[in-house]
């Protein structure tokens, strides 16, 4: 069975300090291994993804992820976070379930930047 | 220009009663998903249409009845709404391969009294 971990509910960081996110995954097939990310009362947006190929992701806003096949990790990372990185993320597991596609996702992590 | 929309943003409802959720996506995709997030914020899909037909069904009520008149739709009714259905509900679509991104759409926020 295909399913995702994420270690950390709440991540509290101070705005310009480094931040990583923490996703494990479990699975016996093809990874595809995406981060959304949903801000306050708004839908999901594509951070990243990882398919195949460089295990080092760069994804929109400064993030990036490396993927970890020896770990079975997909953590996400930002240098220098900003207030406005406040949000909800999640990472999911793409994969095919009763001849259909859908994400698999973590229970989030809610990242709150302060200054 | 919405790549994905739905309607209502808010319904707030009586036990007991019927109500639908209306999806369109404009970007091309052949595949449509509705996730319900409950208020941990755990998201789980409940179903998914490709060109239209039924593909996943996820141990969903069968008081929970989506209808896809195209592509570019996806309804969803809801019966005898209870407490427990009282969740955000997202729209998505994407191309029909576990690579894709999802595209979602803003949510609608219900709330069964």
């Known amino acids: 069975a295909q399913s995702v971990t994420q270690l950390d509910s709440q991540v509290p960081v101070f705005e310009e300090a480094p931040v990583e996110l923490r996703c494990n995954y479990s699975s016996s097939v093809s990874v595809y291994l995406f981060w959304y990310v949903q801000y306050p009362n708004q839908g999901l947006q594509l951070l990243l993804k990882y398919l195949s190929g460089s295990t080092l992701v760069k994804g929109i806003n400064g993030f990036e992820a490396e993927f970890n096949k020896s770990q079975t990790s997909f953590h996400l990372r930002k240098p220098s976070v900003h207030i406005s990185d406040t949000a909800e993320y999640f990472c999911a597991f793409g994969g095919l379930t009763g001849g259909g596609n859908k994400l698999t996702f973590g229970t989030g992590t809610q990242l709150k930047v302060e200054l | 220009d919405t790549a994905v929309s739905q309607t209502p943003k808010y319904l707030v409802t009586q036990m007991g009663n019927d109500k639908s959720i209306k999806c369109e996506q404009n970007l091309g995709h052949d595949t449509m998903y509705w996730y319900k997030q409950d208020s941990k914020k755990f998201l789980k899909i409940m179903f998914s249409y490709n060109n239209k037909e039924l593909i996943i069904n996820e141990t969903v009520p069968n008081r929970f009845s989506p209808k896809s008149p195209d592509k570019a739709h996806l309804n969803l009714h809801i019966n005898s709404l209870e407490l427990g259905d009282s969740a955000v509900y997202f729209c998505?679509?994407?191309?029909?391969?576990?690579?894709?991104?999802?595209?979602f759409g803003p949510g609608t926020r219900l709330l069964v009294l």
């Open positions: 998505a679509s994407s191309h029909g391969t576990p690579a894709e991104t999802q595209y």
